[in-house]
């Protein structure tokens, strides 16, 4: 056996133990069945429940979208998004529309 090994303790035994197990874990879930969101800025038409930004006042994106909608699309449809906008797979089953209606503190067009 390495010398090395012999001298970790029980409770660092388990504590590798726990960190081995906790990488695993997150390797399953995020690189293996991708299980996260990515946020997508989509231009809006003329629709009611818009956000809004001043692009003159703040930074703005690259994408220079002053009213836009906005969509949580999951990494396993975003490989299928033809544009930025992911227009091609939103709104569909797989994305869900985040309304500016439901959030606080965010400018919304009226």
Not at 11 to 22: E, H, K, R
Not at 88 to 98: A, F, K
């Amino acid at each position: 056996m390495i010398p090395a090994l012999r001298t970790i303790t029980a409770p660092q035994w388990l504590l590798l133990g726990a960190v081995v197990i906790a990488l695993a874990f997150s390797f399953d879930r995020y690189v293996l069945r991708e299980e996260y969101s990515f946020l997508v800025e989509a231009p809006c038409q003329s629709s009611s429940d818009c956000y809004t930004r001043d692009c003159d006042e703040e930074e703005c994106p690259p994408n220079e979208l002053e009213t836009y909608r906005l969509f949580a699309v999951p990494a396993r449809a975003f490989d299928t998004c033809e544009d930025n906008s992911c227009a091609n797979v939103c709104p569909g089953t797989d994305c869900e529309e985040l309304k500016c209606s439901d959030q606080e503190e965010i400018a919304c067009m009226e």
